[in-house]
């Protein structure tokens, strides 16, 4: 029951600056709500302030009952939560795969700097920029901590990796790409940590960066009919 199985926003709060959150690099997967409960990995108040952003953030299969928005619940306008605006921005995360709608009402979304470029695998959030992907499975991994085989400084937080058939790869909004993953991975392509697909400075969409193709050598033995190569954490 409640609202907000991975966080609540509440009402105007002076203490907590009015309820709001800045919400980076941030991934909410496996929350839920139950009975009359909303917002299965984010909710709001009705009279929550929109004072609160999120960037590079993953929001995935949460649940709510019936319609109440596995991923996220906003109150109802004037009061949007997630303005989407250069203060508040609204952008480059994945919202996707939750049970009962990734939104329950729309975000707002007309900003095309401070909101767009955006994944969610319905169309309840109202993603509707250009710069969007609507009914768009993300092609993510089960939640868990990705880390390299190799010795690392990365720190161990779960996350849900990006496949290598994401369409969420290299896509992100340059004006608010951050320098490192949730796990403080180097987004910087042709690095040790990321992938190898152009020579740009673009995140990924989300709070994982797609670790690329490690380099190996093989040789296949007499009469093999061949091999399987899988993507790095």
Same mark, same amino acid.
């Given at each position: 029951?409640? @609202?907000?199985?991975?966080?609540?926003?509440? !009402?105007?709060?002076?203490?907590?600056?009015?309820?709001?959150?800045?919400?980076?690099?941030?991934?909410?997967?496996?929350? %839920? #709500?139950? $009975?009359?409960?909303?917002?299965?990995?984010?909710?709001?108040?009705?009279?929550?302030?929109?004072?609160?952003?999120?960037?590079?953030?993953? #929001?995935?299969?949460?649940?709510?009952?019936?319609?109440?928005?596995?991923?996220?619940? #906003? !109150?109802?306008?004037?009061?949007?939560?997630?303005?989407?605006?250069? +203060?508040?921005?609204?952008?480059?995360?994945?919202? !996707?795969?939750?049970?009962?709608?990734? *939104?329950?009402? %729309?975000?707002?979304?007309?900003? +095309?700097?401070?909101?767009?470029?955006?994944?969610?695998?319905?169309?309840? *959030?109202?993603?509707?920029?250009?710069?969007?992907?609507?009914?768009?499975?993300?092609?993510?991994?089960?939640?868990?901590?990705?880390?390299?085989?190799?010795?690392?400084?990365?720190?161990?937080?779960?996350?849900?990796?990006?496949? @290598?058939?994401?369409? @969420?790869?290299? #896509? %992100?909004?340059?004006?608010?790409?951050?320098?490192?993953?949730?796990?403080? @991975?180097? /987004?910087?392509?042709?690095?040790?940590?990321?992938?190898? %697909?152009?020579?740009?400075?673009?995140?990924?969409?989300?709070?994982?960066?797609? $670790?690329?193709?490690?380099?190996?050598?093989?040789?296949?033995?007499?009469?093999?009919?061949?091999?399987? /190569?899988?993507?790095?954490?």
């Amino acid at each position: 029951t409640g @609202a907000g199985g991975g966080l609540y926003l509440d !009402a105007n709060v002076p203490s907590i600056s009015g309820g709001s959150a800045r919400i980076e690099n941030v991934t909410f997967s496996g929350n %839920s #709500v139950t $009975g009359s409960g909303t917002g299965g990995a984010i909710a709001a108040a009705a009279l929550n302030p929109a004072q609160s952003s999120m960037i590079h953030s993953t #929001v995935a299969s949460n649940t709510a009952p019936m319609s109440n928005g596995g991923g996220i619940r #906003v !109150a109802s306008a004037p009061n949007l939560t997630f303005p989407g605006s250069f +203060s508040q921005p609204f952008t480059s995360n994945i919202v !996707a795969l939750n049970t009962g709608l990734d *939104c329950f009402r %729309s975000l707002e979304h007309s900003d +095309s700097s401070n909101a767009g470029y955006n994944l969610e695998s319905g169309t309840s *959030c109202g993603f509707t920029q250009s710069t969007d992907q609507q009914n768009t499975n993300p092609q993510l991994g089960a939640i868990a901590v990705n880390m390299p085989a190799a010795p690392t400084t990365l720190t161990a937080v779960p996350t849900r990796r990006l496949l @290598a058939s994401s369409t @969420a790869i290299d #896509v %992100s909004n340059p004006a608010w790409a951050n320098a490192r993953d949730a796990r403080g @991975a180097d /987004v910087q392509d042709g690095g040790a940590d990321n992938d190898y %697909s152009n020579n740009t400075l673009r995140r990924d969409l989300g709070a994982h960066e797609f $670790g690329g193709f490690g380099t190996l050598q093989f040789k296949l033995a007499t009469g093999a009919s061949g091999f399987a /190569v899988d993507e790095d954490a």
